[in-house]
């Protein structure tokens, strides 16, 4: 079979992983930034062409499949909506889009041009997450009455200096750069969300971002489970916790480790977690650590969709849930400070 061809808009540090994996997976083509020198320094890596525009770069590679999008979170959608218009399938980095209406554009795109459209919420693929959703599906811990997600990080004024991240139209806020893996594993595990009461403040970032360092949200869920997400990026000098704690009708338990990444606590009526594979290492960016590197299971993924017809790990209706869900915490948040 012959290797699918790739290219990448957005060449700062997360395009890194992508070529990486197209590399190992594909046949990365192209990539493209309007920092000239970001495009040429990844070009030179891979020995392939260098655009300085997404619109170019369609233009000119008509033999391409798949694009990644690797830009700022606010232009997902502009650009995802391009791709999928030039006749190619679309790979977007999290989150999806910062606006559910700009999430049902690309959802309506990608079905009118008839191609296909990939969200990455790559903690889905960390071992203990993978294992407690396969333990929920097979009803071993009965009904679930509530769950705890804690989001404690450390992103200092340095992380947002010169940066999209911090601002209201490229970032959109912390529930999407830093938490939207997490808030996907909520819907994920436990499912959609009904109602959301959130307070948010913003204590040490006054200076260096355009929102919230912090907030504390309870939510109830459609199928009557109770939930509290609490999340800062304060946690003093560096990460200190990712972790969901559930507690159901035939047992508790947390996942936990700075992203997700052990098995921390189970006590289970008559099953025992065991022998869970290590996983891959956290994205380490040297002066700050992101999620679990699972982004060699996405491609692995993506080649499988097109190539075998498998079903998308994440599909685009599951990542404008997380988008949804973080668009009524912060519409609560505002409401309740109003
Ligand atoms: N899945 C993950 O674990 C993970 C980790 C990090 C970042 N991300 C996501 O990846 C995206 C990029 O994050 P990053 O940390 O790599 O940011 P970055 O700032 O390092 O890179 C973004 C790049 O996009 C370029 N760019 C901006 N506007 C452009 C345009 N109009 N056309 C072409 N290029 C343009 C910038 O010049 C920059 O080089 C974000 O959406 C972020 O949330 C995901």
Redesign the pocket.
């Known amino acids: 079979m012959s290797k699918i061809k790739f290219a990448i808009?957005?060449?700062?540090?997360?395009?890194q992983r992508h070529a990486e994996h197209i590399n190992n997976y594909g046949e990365l083509m192209a990539v493209?930034?309007?920092?000239a020198s970001?495009a040429n320094d990844l070009a030179q890596q891979y020995a392939v062409q260098a655009y300085y525009s997404?619109d170019e770069m369609l233009l000119h590679e008509k033999q391409l499949h798949v694009v990644a999008v690797?830009?700022?979170?606010g232009?997902?959608a502009q650009?995802g909506i391009a791709i999928l218009k030039a006749g190619f399938h679309a790979l977007i980095?999290?989150?999806m889009a910062i606006s559910v209406y700009d999430c049902g554009e690309m959802i309506k795109a990608a079905e009118k041009c008839n191609k296909r459209l990939f969200a990455?919420k790559?903690n889905r693929f960390n071992p203990p997450v993978a294992a407690v959703k396969q333990a929920i599906e097979n009803n071993v811990l009965g009904k679930i009455y509530s769950v705890q997600l804690s989001c404690f990080w450390n992103r200092n004024k340095d992380y947002y200096e010169n940066?999209?991240k911090g601002t209201k139209d490229l970032d959109g806020g912390t529930l999407f750069?830093q938490f939207s893996?997490f808030i996907d594993l909520l819907y994920w595990l436990i499912g959609d969300v009904k109602r959301v009461y959130a307070l948010t403040g913003n204590f040490a970032h006054q200076n260096s971002i355009e929102f919230e360092d912090t907030g504390v949200v309870v939510l109830e869920f459609y199928t009557g489970a109770l939930g509290t997400i609490n999340y800062t990026v304060n946690s003093y000098q560096k990460n200190m916790e990712g972790s969901l704690t559930i507690f159901a009708e035939k047992g508790t338990v947390k996942i936990g480790g700075q992203y997700l990444n052990e098995l921390e606590y189970q006590n289970i009526e008559g099953f025992v977690f065991e022998n869970l594979p290590e996983g891959n290492g956290p994205?380490n960016y040297s002066n700050y650590v992101?999620?679990m590197s699972n982004?060699d299971k996405i491609y692995q993924n993506l080649i499988d969709v097109l190539q075998k017809g498998d079903a998308i790990s994440t599909n685009s209706f599951e990542a404008l849930k997380t988008v949804e869900i973080i668009d009524k915490i912060y519409q609560s948040a505002k409401q309740l400070s109003a």
């Open positions: 808009v957005g060449c700062g540090r997360i395009a493209c930034d309007i920092d970001k997404l690797c830009t700022p979170n232009l997902h650009h980095e999290k989150p990455i790559q940066s999209w750069t893996h994205n992101g999620s982004h």
